[in-house]
Structures are given as C-alpha cells and as structure tokens.
C-alpha cells in the first residue's frame, strides 16, 4: 500500500524536476516537452485498472483522444471546465466499453480493447463532418484539431513555461488520487479482484460493479489527460492517440512499474518529450529497443525497475544505517533457541520428527493464542 510521505515525496520531487527543466530547457524543447505531462496522466490511469484491478486495456490512449476531442470543442474559449466534461464524456464510453467485456478478462479482454482502439482510429475518428436532425457534428474536423490553453479571469497558463508547470500540478494532483485509490476500500476491492475473482464472488462481492466502477475512473482520467495532453500541443492530429502509440505507453508502464506513478511521468516524457531523443542523436530507434530489452527482465522484476531499485535502495540504507537485517550468526541461533522449532513448521512430522523442543514450543504458541482469543471475547 502506498503512503501519503511517500506520495508527497514523489510529487515534491517532480515538481522541482519540473522547474528545474522549465528553467534549463530551450525554448523549442520546453515546447515540444509541455505534452509530456498529458501523456503521463494517462500512464497514471493504468495504475488502477491494470495495476491494481488487472484488467488489461489496450485502449486507453484511443480514450484519451475522446477527451482531447471534447477539449477542442468545448474549450475554445480556454474554460477550465472543458477537463471536467473531457473526464465525464471519457468516463462514459470507458463503461460503454466494459460493458460487453463484463465476462472477459486476460488476453480476451484486451482484445475487445484492442477492437475498439482500432475501430475509433479506423473509422470513428476519421469520419468526415455530417449532419443530424440539423445540426453539425465534427469529430476531428479538417484531419487535425485546434486547442485553446486554459484561463481563469486574468489567470492564465498561454505561456510555455507556465502551462509546463501547470501539467506538472495536475499531475501531481492526479498521483495523489492515485494514492487515495489504492489506499481506499475501493483499492483493497480491486486488489481482491485481481487476486481471485472466485474468491471475490465467494465473499459476496459484486464483481460487475467493481470492473464498471475501475474502468469508468480509469477513463475518466485518460480523458483529462487527452484533454491536457491537446492543449499543450496546440493542433494535433488523430494519429497521435494511435493504438499503436497506446502500446508503447503500456509497455513502458509495465517495464518501468505498473503501480508506480513515477512510471508514468516516464512513459510520459519518453513519448511526449525529446529529450530521451536527444541522448541518442540520429539512433532513433535506440531508446525503443532499450526499452524492449529491459522487457526481458521482467522475470526476474515482475513489478518493475522503478520498485525493484526502490527495494534495493531501502535495503542498502537500512544495512548502511544498522537497521537492516542482522548477521546469518544471530538468525540461526535464534532459529535454535527453545523457543523455535528445530525445523520449518510445515515440515514437522512430515520430513522432520517431532522433537521434545518442538512440542513445548507448540504447546506455549497454543497457550499463547489461547489467552489473546480470551482476552478479544
């Protein structure tokens, strides 16, 4: 489970990566990074839905189009409140849909996913203008849509610098719902369905409703990242909510952590931002095939690198600091000492005997949880 200082760790420390960038970087390059935030927001929101619920979608940038297409429409005059509809509308068609996935899951699941990302690149998203009963209805207009930057008042993020800091906020902000997911019931509820979704069911709990409910928020906030993602290019095309590109970001969340919103402002930067490019001038393919062999790893680091280097980076500071694990020595004559077993419990009796030493500890473990049963009645 996540925690809040562990949370406003990260947030601390990408905002100060985020001055620090919009501080050092060109203009042309601070430009061309200020989507890289939009495109993170999306990565977060495969943290509940795949990180947590299990449910592989392979669609989440076709619906982070679907916001950035509300965006366009309903903020051309820099409302703030375009978000919110982008995050509705969004949220609406992620239920849509999960609704005939209710019984899918794995690689049938995505899929269905997989189907609907390529119907919306294919055919929805390259209708030309039509109309019914009267009125016009443009999707992506003339191949490329037009984006107005957000304003309050006299409050504005028009500028490259501040609508850089303004993605950096959003997706802080959007990290630390992240957090309150995973920490809420809602969180223990996904996990419990990702582990078993027998037991799930066993225990009396709606699985239909939890995959609606996940799916739903996950859109929802693909849809802000579109949304935001539209507004620091400027104009963009639908190819760039392909389904292909879609990959790549879920890759990336998968090598780097799908539980780690730090994952995410990578994914973001790697696809929204040239500066992983310019590490490797005139290689463009080199950072894609990196990433493809850190994929590899993935057996020996099922949760990520960002998690994996975490845990060793904790254990090296409690070894540094004479908090970490005590010497081999001390274990094993603890794991001798009368009150211990003499070997594994689960092996006693089975490929160990019983020794007297045993039974007394087994009988003062017995007496042990008898008094605490006694003292809960």
Sequence with gaps: ????RGTAAVGVGLLALAVLLANTLSKADLFASTGAWGLAIVGLSLIPLVGCGGRLSLCQLTLAGVGAVVVSHTGSDGNPLSLVFAGLVAGGVGVLVALPALRLSGIYLALATAAFAIIMDNWIFALP???????DISIWSTGSLDFTRFSIGDLSVEGTTEYFMFGAIVFVVMAALVTAIRRSTFGLRLHALNDSEAAYATL??????AVLAVFGVSAAM???GGGIFGAAVQSSAANRF???TGLTLLLIMVVFGLRSPTSAAVAGFY?????IANLFPGTAPIPLVLIGLAGVTLGRNPRGLIPRSTSVLARAFALISGSGPRSSSTLSSQARSPAEF???IEALGLLSPFTADDVAALDRRLSLSTSRLQRGA
Excluded: C, H, K, Y
């Excluded at 489970?1 to 809040?4: A, L, V």
């Design 271 to 275: 696809l929204g931002s040239p500066l």
């Design 204 to 209: 009396g709990m709606n699985r239909q409703a």
């Design 242 to 244: 392909d389904f292909f």
């Design 129 to 135: 203008s039509f109309t019914v009963f009267g009125n």
């Design 1 to 4: 489970t996540p925690t809040w």
């Design 222 to 224: 693909a849809g802000i």
């Design 342 to 344: 003499s070997a594994p």
